[in-house]
């Protein structure tokens, strides 16, 4: 807001402070990349097999559902385990769809599509090829946080376990190849953890699960055929499926 005092513009103290906020927070967010990005096309094999972590999709989503099968038979019998595993899966549908609107609407290029920034390419990669232009937030961040908070409410152990996983193999290599900001990675780790903790509150949680638990006892067989194809679909982040609605729009309706 502003306002005339004495014929000049007066800036409320406010806006001056969330100024001063946002400029801290864009310094620190280049420091930290610019930091990272050092380490870049120095080595063609540990770029290589950064690439391949990062757009590997077995790698990425692989790990994180072996967790979650393992603890939903490991726990058979525990409903309220089972209710907070089925959460997290709800919870990263929600993110990811909240994220996907976001990226939209919110204009940020990708740091190695920005000249200005003038960061090293990692040997291996294409930046114009990178699926979408605009980086904020990082939907990875939202779908596997979301999803690993429901491990850590059904497994303290385990939910640490793939926090660190998700941290290490599928946001930072997202940073160090230049496809996120830091703040695009925490800002899509904090809509998952945020969305994971709220749909496990007991008042949304119960109601939220409820349908597909009475699905698992009237017609288990359907109820892990689907859960099967859900989970694959995940791991390869939609690819199949995306590819599929690509191949129908382009081939039938133009």
Not at 57 to 75: C, D, E, T
Not at 110 to 139: K, M, Q, V
Request: hydrophobic share 50%; glycine share 6%.
């Amino acid at each position: 807001m502003k306002d005339i005092e004495g014929g000049r513009i007066r800036r409320w103290p406010w806006k001056w402070s969330v100024s001063l906020i946002i400029q801290d927070v864009t310094r620190l967010d280049l420091s930290i990349l610019h930091i990272i990005n050092l380490l870049a096309h120095r080595s063609l094999i540990f770029d290589e097999t950064i690439v391949l972590v990062c757009n590997n999709n077995f790698l990425k989503g692989a790990f994180v559902f072996a967790v979650m099968w393992y603890l939903w038979f490991q726990y058979e019998d525990d409903r309220n385990k089972h209710e907070y595993l089925l959460a997290g899966v709800g919870a990263s549908f929600i993110g990811l769809t909240l994220a996907k609107i976001l990226t939209w609407l919110i204009v940020r290029p990708r740091p190695f599509n920005d000249p200005s920034l003038a960061i090293r390419i990692p040997y291996g990669i294409e930046a114009a090829r990178w699926e979408g232009l605009n980086s904020f937030p990082s939907d990875h961040g939202v779908l596997f946080f979301a999803l690993a908070t429901g491990i850590y409410f059904a497994s303290r152990r385990a939910g640490w376990l793939v926090f660190i996983y998700i941290s290490a193999f599928i946001c930072l290599p997202r940073i160090y190849l230049g496809v996120h900001y830091p703040t695009d990675v925490l800002a899509g780790a904090a809509i998952g953890l945020s969305l994971g903790w709220l749909v496990h509150l007991p008042a949304i949680r119960k109601p939220f699960t409820h349908w597909a638990l009475r699905w698992l006892d009237a017609r288990p067989g359907q109820f892990y055929f689907f859960s099967f194809l859900l989970t694959y679909l995940i791991c390869e982040l939609f690819d199949p499926l995306i590819s599929v609605a690509s191949f129908i729009r382009h081939g039938y309706l133009y």
